[in-house]
């Protein structure tokens, strides 16, 4: 059994309050290494190309308002 085949089983064991502990650590975590990943990329220039496209758009008048108007 590896390490991940070992943390499944434990956590399979968990009661239900510290499976929802242990679920809130990962929506946590995932959430921080988003967030990380997208600032490196935004650092180092890799979502230019939505400014650009952003910027074309709204002088061509292609933009519209989000949520839309109802």
Known sequence: ?????????????????EFRRIAQWFR????????????ADSQSHKLDFLFDEAEAES???LLRDWP???
């Open 68 to 70: 839309p108007a109802r």
């Open 28 to 39: 946590e975590r995932d959430q921080a290494l988003w967030n990380a990943q997208l600032d």
């Open 1 to 17: 059994m590896d390490r991940v085949e070992e943390i499944e089983a434990a956590i399979d064991g968990l009661p239900p309050e």
């Open 59 to 61: 002088s061509q008048g």
